[in-house]
């Protein structure tokens, strides 16, 4: 089991930033990707960054260059810096690894944290 812990969300105003962080614990060694989906009222959860463990990166086009995701394996983390941003990143942030338990290949999610873009 891998449990992810998230924080750093909050209320920013237009072209602020923000940086989460997401903590993993339990059975780390198995993670692989790790990565961020957002979830805006009423619109279905997307993926915004990932990040593999040889650390290649992908981003949604929404957010390419603003966002920066990274991780620190040591410590287990993952984050992401999100610079300009703009009202349509407001969503509930959740934070998302890949990790082998052994038996099957699966996700694990955050429970969430909220960030709001509004002046």
């Known amino acids: 089991q891998v449990q992810l812990v998230e924080s750093g969300g909050g209320l920013v105003q237009p072209g602020g930033s923000l940086r989460l962080s997401c903590a993993a614990s339990?059975?780390?060694?198995?993670?692989?990707?790790m990565g961020w989906y957002r979830q805006a009222p009423g619109k279905q959860r997307e993926r915004v960054a990932t990040?593999?463990?040889?650390?290649?990166?992908n981003y949604a086009n929404s957010v390419k260059g603003r966002f920066t995701v990274s991780r620190d394996s040591a410590k287990n983390g993952v984050y992401l810096q999100m610079n300009s941003l703009k009202p349509d990143d407001t969503a509930v942030y959740y934070c998302?690894?890949?990790?082998?338990?052994?038996?099957?290949?699966?996700?694990?999610w955050g429970q969430g944290t909220q960030v709001t873009v509004s002046s």
């Open positions: 990040i593999t463990s040889n650390g290649a990166t």
């Open positions: 339990g059975r780390t060694f198995s993670i692989s990707t």
């Open positions: 998302k690894v890949v990790a082998d338990t052994g038996l099957v290949i699966r996700d694990y």
